[in-house]
């Protein structure tokens, strides 16, 4: 409950926030992401994400809000296995507020709070499919720290890890936390550095 007050407060502060330029923006990118869970034996998954950004500057050049919307597919598969045979699927809808840092030569520096709302949790092994959305959390919350570089024709690469905070497992055992490492290209219309 603390987690999501602190989430809607951080959005309250956005929207009166006073914004001299917002630049919207689209972006994608792959994933690889692993279940931080003491009781498993799994190694990195590689999927992808894809959504939406709104690039907004401060009244002070050097900082800026970044909200984001985008698709994510996360999980684990256990070691030993081949890609796509007993793998675990969780589809995430994300929702990032970052504060960014921004340098007179492209660099960011960004963090901020994340909430993920689940779409749908899967389990897939060899040809069969085992849906448990209902032993998970609806929502996952993270604190994303990356590093960004914008070009001056408006492309841009982001690299971020995603700690993950929150148990997403409805039982208390074992506790899980989603950590995702995600490298993504964005395009920021009518950018501004």
């Known amino acids: 409950m603390k987690k999501t007050i602190f989430f809607i407060a951080t959005l309250f502060f956005l929207g009166n926030a006073k914004a ?8 994608g990118g792959l994933n690889a992401s692993s279940l931080n869970n003491k009781n498993s034996d799994e190694e990195t998954k590689i999927g992808f994400n894809a959504g939406f950004l709104a690039h907004i500057h401060t009244a002070n050049k050097f900082w800026a809000f970044q909200p984001e919307v985008y698709y994510s597919l996360e999980g684990n598969r256990p070691k030993m296995i081949p890609q796509g045979t007993g793998n675990t699927n969780l589809n995430y809808l994300n929702v990032p507020v970052l504060v960014q840092y921004m340098f007179d030569n492209g660099f960011r520096l960004e963090t901020g709070p994340q909430i ?8 897939k092994t060899n040809n069969t499919t085992t849906d448990f959305k209902s032993q998970f959390k609806s929502t996952a919350f993270s604190i994303p720290l990356g590093l960004g570089y914008l070009t001056t024709t408006g492309l841009g690469f982001d690299a971020r890890y995603n700690f993950g905070l929150s148990n997403i497992y409805k039982s208390n055992e074992p506790k899980i936390r989603s950590n995702v490492f995600q490298f993504d290209v964005f395009y920021q219309f009518s950018h501004k550095k």
């Open 116 to 123: 993920g709302f689940l779409l749908s949790a899967k389990n």
């Open 20 to 27: 001299q330029d917002v630049h919207f923006g689209i972006k």
